[in-house]
């Protein structure tokens, strides 16, 4: 598949004073996360890639087209900015068609994109009101039509749920997710939120300190941990006395049998050992008097993970200039498979 | 409904109105400029302010109007008649023929267009002073920027496409008024068409440019320094009033050397026009002015380091945060 995203020993900064990379890295058509604490290089990262800012080294290619070929690069680029960027007295629909003619569509066809578009987005009914009455909601998606109007290949989404409530956020997530799947689009989600990248993205890419730390495969993040269960009980007897490798946890337990090798992905022996396991649960449970009223694999916690990746590297201190006396270190990546 | 389509069930609106790729082509930036300039006033013009100004604006182009017209219509009356005006005063034929010819100067001469442009300029400044805002200031405020310049436009087209919309609203005012009053004039006169006809017509485009080129720029950097209206207010009456005031008390009255007058950066700007029209300012209205070369360096300079300015302050705008 040919690569929409490339880049090649690519160092970038401000005043001459690198912030980014070296950074190669490569996008096949298909949907990134971008992933990092503040100061990580996410912004500094889309702003070379929008063609604002000019790499110190190395080279790329977005869509085909060379970094630093400016406003041609930018043709084949949708941006859905984190700030609101809203031009206040205008109506809704005023505003997506301004974007088709500032991205080169006619007038006559900019104004048709527009209505459809924003019909797409069920922003049908609110396309005449001033997009100052217009809630979080509605602004995420006019923001999402105005990246779309003159149908790039490639989307860069800057925290697209952001600000949104948690029906807001599924729509937001479902929308990205057809577009990908039924219309080709696609993106580079760049978020503070590991659950928007997991519900959406098929590759992540962790930065921290202007490096790439960690590029994988969303599906195989999240991992089931061997031999731990999350364990909720109905009905404890008073002074009953539990093992010692039930830890009380929230409103459960957290059960943990010991190593015994390997994982338990797919295997027919790892899956024999997690029965062997659940009914082990189940005696113990029962030996106190007990009912089970959940028991579940212990999925690995990917914000541990990325904090303690994150720790490993250093990412923690290495954040820089102001916004490191705000962060509060590798835990600020908030979310996670729950969340 | 046909066959196929009754038997499939009647589809709803939205399964017609899905998602659908752009197969046309993308124009340059350039396009954008007027789509920029297009915009801008549109929002501008829905303010009623400024329709009001604008209104205003035209009161006086239709005092030349009509001036001119009353000029030609007395001269066509008999000599020895009075010419009633309302229905008690009755003026001279003569009285009134001097008076709109030597006074008012409503003969189509470049006189008259130096006093429209002249005055028709200082409803400009007010207009100016409170659309800054309207016009760019707003992009900074509301940090409209990542919107713009996430499209495949550059800073040039941005500041062209606002240069585009400010100069329209100042010709509007100005230099279309002006050729309107120069074809009525053509018109009401003897409807030959000479060398000196025709160098009026080019002195007026080049008027309506020197206010273009003198008010334009300052209005962008202006607006885009001080974002809000009061301030962008404040600056253009500290520039065009005080300063005014200050050259023509430390000149007129004060004794100081006709070239302080050069701080009155609206006077420069006329002083150019007015060049430009082939008109001696006379003695009466400006005792004493600065060197033309010195006015002619302040209005040449003063937009180029305003562009050098905006040039600077939208380059160190955060596109992204």
């Given at each position: 598949m040919a690569a929409i995203l490339e880049l090649r020993e690519l160092t970038a900064g401000y005043q001459g004073k690198a912030v980014l990379g070296p950074l190669s890295l490569t996008m096949e058509s298909g949907t990134l996360g971008l992933l990092g604490p503040n100061g990580a290089g996410k912004s500094t990262l889309l702003k070379v890639l929008l063609g604002i800012l000019h790499p110190i080294s190395g080279s790329g290619m977005v869509a085909g087209f060379p970094l630093g070929s400016g406003h041609r690069l930018r043709r084949v680029i949708g941006y859905m900015s984190e700030a609101d960027a809203l031009i206040p007295g205008m109506t809704g629909i005023d505003y997506v068609s301004f974007a088709g003619e500032l991205a080169g569509l006619s007038r006559r066809d900019s104004s048709r994109r527009a209505h459809e578009l924003l019909h797409v987005l069920e922003l049908d009914e609110a396309?005449?009101?001033?997009?100052?009455?217009?809630?979080?909601?509605?602004?995420?998606?006019?923001?999402?039509?105005?990246?779309?109007?003159?149908?790039?290949?490639?989307?860069?989404?800057?925290?697209?749920?952001?600000?949104?409530?948690?029906?807001?956020?599924?729509?937001?997530?479902d929308l990205l997710q057809t577009l990908h799947k039924n219309h080709g689009k696609s993106f580079l989600l760049c978020t503070h939120l590991l659950g928007d990248v997991e519900r959406t993205c098929k590759d992540m890419i962790l930065l921290s300190g202007g490096q790439v730390l960690l590029r994988e495969r969303v599906a195989s993040l999240s991992r089931t941990i061997p031999s731990?269960?999350?364990?909720?009980?109905?009905?404890?007897?008073?002074?009953?006395?539990?093992?010692?490798?039930?830890?009380?946890?929230?409103?459960?337990?957290?059960?943990?049998?010991g190593p015994k090798g390997g994982t338990s992905e797919s295997s027919l022996a790892d899956q024999n050992r997690v029965t062997e396991d659940t009914r082990l649960i189940w005696r113990e449970a029962s030996q106190i008097g007990a009912i089970v009223a959940h028991i579940s694999p212990r999925h690995e916690d990917l914000r541990e993970r990325f904090a303690q990746i994150l720790a490993e590297a250093g990412g923690g201190k290495d954040l820089r200039g102001k916004k490191q006396s705000t962060s509060p270190g590798p835990t600020q990546i908030p979310g996670g498979p729950n969340e | 409904m046909s066959e196929f389509l009754r038997e499939q069930g009647t589809p709803s609106m939205g399964?017609?109105?899905?998602?659908?790729?752009?197969?046309?082509?993308?124009?340059?930036?350039?396009?954008?400029?007027f789509a920029i300039a297009r915009t801008s006033l549109a929002l501008l013009f829905r303010r009623k302010l400024f329709w009001g100004l604008y209104l205003l604006g035209l009161i006086i182009f239709f005092l030349y109007f009509f001036g001119q017209y009353l000029l030609v219509w007395a001269g066509s009356q008999d000599s020895g008649q009075a010419i009633r005006v309302g229905p008690f005063a009755r003026i001279p034929r003569k009285e009134m023929i001097d008076g709109l010819r030597n006074m008012l100067k409503m003969d189509g001469s470049p006189g008259m267009f130096h006093n429209f442009l002249q005055t028709q300029g200082s409803i400009v400044m007010v207009i100016f002073a409170l659309a800054g805002a309207q016009l760019v200031g707003n992009d900074f405020r509301f940090r409209s920027f990542p919107f713009y310049f996430s499209k495949p436009i550059g800073i040039l087209h941005y500041l062209l496409g606002k240069g585009l919309a400010a100069a329209v609203l100042l010709n509007m005012l100005t230099t279309i008024p002006a050729l309107i009053l120069f074809f009525q004039a053509w018109f009401l006169g003897d409807w030959s068409w000479s060398e000196g006809k025709f160098r009026l017509f080019v002195s007026i485009l080049g008027y309506g440019a020197i206010l273009t080129w003198g008010l334009v720029p300052l209005l962008l950097a202006s607006s885009a320094g001080l974002t809000r209206t009061i301030p962008i207010a404040m600056f253009w009456i500290f520039s065009f009033l005080f300063l005014h005031g200050v050259a023509e008390g430390l000149v007129d009255r004060l004794g100081y050397p006709a070239n302080w007058k050069a701080l009155d950066l609206w006077n420069d700007i006329c002083q150019v026009g007015s060049r430009i029209l082939g008109v001696v300012v006379e003695a009466k209205n400006a005792p004493k002015q600065p060197d033309f070369s010195l006015v002619l360096g302040i209005v040449l300079t003063i937009p180029i380091l305003s562009f050098i300015y905006l040039k600077i302050r939208l380059s160190r705008v955060e596109v992204l945060r």
């Open positions: 396309r005449y009101r001033l997009l100052d009455e217009y809630s979080t909601g509605m602004k995420q998606r006019i923001k999402l039509a105005q990246a779309l109007i003159h149908d790039p290949p490639l989307l860069f989404l800057d925290e697209p749920t952001s600000g949104l409530d948690p029906s807001g956020r599924d729509a937001m997530l731990e269960f999350r364990v909720r009980l109905l009905q404890i007897p008073p002074d009953s006395v539990l093992p010692n490798h039930w830890k009380p946890e929230g409103d459960g337990f957290l059960v943990h049998l | 399964d017609f109105l899905e998602y659908r790729p752009y197969r046309g082509r993308l124009r340059g930036p350039m396009s954008a400029v």
